[in-house]
């Protein structure tokens, strides 16, 4: 997060990987959280109104796990088109 503080206040978004880029269906890595919650107090501490997204591992747990981190935005590919009905997969994580 150093690397980007700087332009925290140039920024719509900030995207945080929660699993390691490259394919679906990887586990969620928790320890992500803790930039999230650094990137909540930055965005307090310095009156700014960017988002917070995730992407990677999110399902019906860990969304939840995200929403309490401070959490705005969260990208579900695999669980969304692996479920047997997306639909619900979707109303799901809502």
């Not at 935005?73 to 669980?79: D, E, L």
């Amino acid at each position: 997060l150093e690397e980007i503080i700087s332009i925290l206040n140039e920024v719509d978004l900030v995207l945080i990987m929660t699993v390691e880029p490259g394919f679906g269906g990887q586990k969620f890595m928790q320890p992500m959280m803790e930039k999230v919650k650094q990137l909540v107090v930055l965005r307090r501490e310095l009156g700014l109104n960017f988002l917070i997204e995730v992407d990677g591992g999110i399902n019906q747990k860990t969304i939840q796990i995200c929403k309490k981190s401070g959490v705005d935005m969260a990208v579900a590919g695999s669980y969304v088109f692996n479920h047997k009905d997306a639909k619900k997969a979707i109303e799901g994580l809502k």
